[in-house]
Structures are given as C-alpha cells and as structure tokens.
C-alpha cells in the first residue's frame, strides 16, 4: 500500500509541485491549505508522514504542531517542518515541539527536499 | 499615556535594545548624559560666577542662560539623532518584511524549474534544457540576493544568529574550489590551493564562514576578465588561522579602496564591466569576520589584481 504523506502549505504552487513529483514516487499527497483542515485532517486521515509549513493562515504552524504532539492519535506521525523561516528560535522551537526534521525552503532544491522525505518515510 | 508606557520610556537600557544600539548610540541614554552634562555646567558656572561676580542677580542670569543654551542644543543634537534611528529602524524592518515576503514565490518559482527540468513531466528538449537553465541561474541569484539582504538586516539588528562548532576551514575551501571550479575553466582562471601542514580547527559557524568565503571566491573569479589565476593561503600565523584569497583581476581604483566594506558600494569599474553584484556581500564578511574577532583587509592595484584575507582566532581550548 502507498505510503500516504499530508502536505500543510498553504501555497497552493508548492502543493501542485509537490503532488506531481510525489505521485511519480508513488507517495498518496494529501492538500491542506491553511492549518486548520491540516489539524484536521491528519486526526481524521492519519499519514504516514506530515510536511508542515509554518506561516499558515488560521491556525499557526507552531500550534499545530503542538497539538498533533500532544494528541495521542497523531504524536507518532513524523513531522518535517518545511518553512522560509530561518531564525535559531524558530528552529530550535520547532525541534522542541517535536519535528523531526527543518528545511528552510531556500536552502535545498525540489530533489533534495524529495531525498529528505523518502528518508523520513523508511 | 498610561503608567506602564512612562516607566518604559524611563527605561533607558530597554529602549535602546529595541533600536538594536549599544548604550553610546542611543538617543534616551545619549539625552541622559547631556542633562548631566548640564546640571554640571550650570554648577560649575554658579561656583565660578558667585567667585568673580558680586551681583547674584548677574550670576544668576549668566547661569540661566547658559542653561537654556545648552538644552536647546542637547535637544537639537539628540532628536536629530532620533531622527535619524528611527529613519534606519524603518529601513531595516522594511527590507526585513520585503525580504520574506519575496522569499515565497521565488521558492515556488526555484521548485516548479527543477520540476520541469527533471524531465519527469515530459522529455526536455535541449533548448528547453538551455532556456530552463537561465531560469534556474536567475532564480538562484533572486535567492542569494534575498538571503543578504536578510543576513545585513540581521546584522544592524544585533539579531545574526550563530552557532560555533569546531571546523576546518580547508576542507569549506575544498568545497568551495570544486563548486567554482567549471566556472573558473570556462573562464580560463586557474585556482591554486597552498594549505599548511596540522592546521588547527576553529571554533565559528561553519555556514557563515563558507558565506565569507564564497563572498571572496567570487568577487576574485569575476573580477578576472581573461586568462588569470588565483592563490588561495590558508596557514597558522601565531594564534591565528589566516586565510588570504590573490586574484589577476582588473583591481581595485585607490579612490574606491575605501569604500570597498561598505553596503551597497560597488566600484566604478564593477560597474562598468557589467559584472553582477549586489555589493553586500563584503559589508557581510566583514560583520561576519569581526563577530568571531577575527580581522580582514585587502590589498589591491589597478589592473594588476587584488588579495582578500582574514585571521580568525585559534581558540587555544578547543586544541
């Protein structure tokens, strides 16, 4: 069975990009644009891994990636914070709170990024 | 105005770290020391004046005077400097905003070209392939100027995070030499590494110290028009490590030399040749460089090339 991963971004390039490159590697993507129907999706869907921006609108990424910490439904899930943000607290806050992995945008190419979540995922 | 916002403003300490200025640069504090500098001045022109002038009134108008002059000039001098805070304060937090903002779509921009180039949407064809190649290349320069003008930002804020670790500088050299190295061979410039023997390790940000050396390692290829080489010196120089980066270029006009660390200062002559620059990338190394007290300098003659260098300290304990 495909492995299933919820991408919370709330650009909606990012996730058009990112459907079509992960459905070539035979990943299930779901979209969730703002953090809200992330929040609630992941407790309703339950994948395998979550891609999660931080500037959201609706619901902060921070908040939901406490919250999916703290839900015993969702703790277990890996989380890659993938975000433009770049500041030390950011990261460090983020790595706090739980996430696995954080990938400043700018810093990697679309194939690196792919590497880091098929790396996540095994 | 409420208790609570009097009491901030009386909070000297508080309101100069909000503008990101040492205590001397600030307004509140500089504002202080000018009322004492005052309260002084008029004591001591009491004391002398009661001394050599008999009338009290006289002594008193004189000390009046001298009073009202010096407050009038205090306050010129420190709400000028207000002024002038506060007009860098804006500037820093709008190219802050900007900055980030921008930082998105050029994102959505990089991603969707390697999408396309990877050819898993469909075969590229090889002037496809030379077209998206442009795109990537512009993209990839919208990235890095975005990312300085951040990082400079950062640095007038104070707020330039960094993590020290110990590293070794030649093996960032090594990297760097092999990213630049087809572009130095297409331009006919050979590069050149002599490293000394057991080189200590530093104790720095390794990514910002690459971000200096990559700021060098460009500005010595670029400036290079045609065939040329560059020497690159990495030795242990008492307690320091010294790093120094020789170019053939086109050099460095002596009226523009003291410019050359400033924000936004590009010479004349980059200009005319067209080279691309955003001209930070030296304000950079020179914050990053003295943030680790270390030092940088250059060396430079028209037309006959230029060398970069720095010294970082070796950190005895970490050894």
Known sequence: MAKTILFIEDESALQKTFGDILSKESYDMISALDGEIGLNLAKSKKPDLILLDLVLPKVHGFEVLKELKSDPGTKDIPIIVLTNLEAMEDVNKAIELGAKTYLVKTQYNLEEVVEKVKKALK | ?319
């Open chain 2, 1 to 319: 105005m409420n208790i609570k916002k009097i009491l901030n403003q009386l909070n000297v300490r508080a309101e100069c770290r909000s503008y990101g200025l040492s205590l001397w640069q600030c307004p509140s504090f500089l504002f202080l020391i000018m009322g004492l500098v005052i309260i002084g001045s008029a004591l001591i022109a009491y004391g002398l004046g009661t001394r050599f002038i008999e009338d009290p009134q006289t002594v008193a108008l004189i000390v009046l005077i001298l009073t009202a002059v010096l407050f009038v000039v205090s306050f010129t001098i420190t709400r000028s400097f207000e002024r002038l805070v506060e007009v860098n304060r804006m500037r820093s937090e709008f190219v802050k905003i900007v900055s980030h903002q921008l930082r998105s779509p050029i994102t959505n921009l990089s991603w969707t070209i390697d999408i396309l180039m990877s050819g898993q949407l469909g075969k590229v064809e090889e002037k496809q392939a030379e077209y998206f190649k442009i795109l990537k290349e512009n993209s990839s320069r919208m990235i890095g100027l975005v990312r300085d003008l951040l990082t400079v930002s950062r640095i007038e804020e104070g707020s330039l995070m960094i993590k020290r670790e110990k590293i070794s500088i030649e093996l960032i050299i090594k990297k760097l030499i092999s990213r630049f190295k087809p572009f130095a061979l297409g331009s006919n410039v050979e590069i050149k590494l002599e490293a000394g023997e057991n080189l200590p390790q530093v104790f720095v940000d390794a990514h910002q110290i690459e971000i200096v050396i990559e700021n060098l390692f460009d500005n010595a290829v670029r400036y290079i028009k045609e065939k040329g080489e560059i020497k690159i010196k990495l030795e242990q120089r008492d307690k320091a490590l010294y790093f120094e980066i020789k170019d053939t270029g086109v050099g460095i006009p002596k009226a523009d030399q003291k410019f050359i660390f400033q924000k936004f200062f590009r010479s004349e002559k980059a200009i005319r040749q067209q080279t691309q620059g955003s001209g930070l990338g030296l304000f950079i190394a020179k914050s990053i460089i003295e943030r680790f007290d270390g030092q940088i300098g250059f060396e430079s003659e028209e037309n006959k090339g230029s060398t970069f260098w720095f010294t970082l300290p070796i950190d005895q304990q970490y050894n």
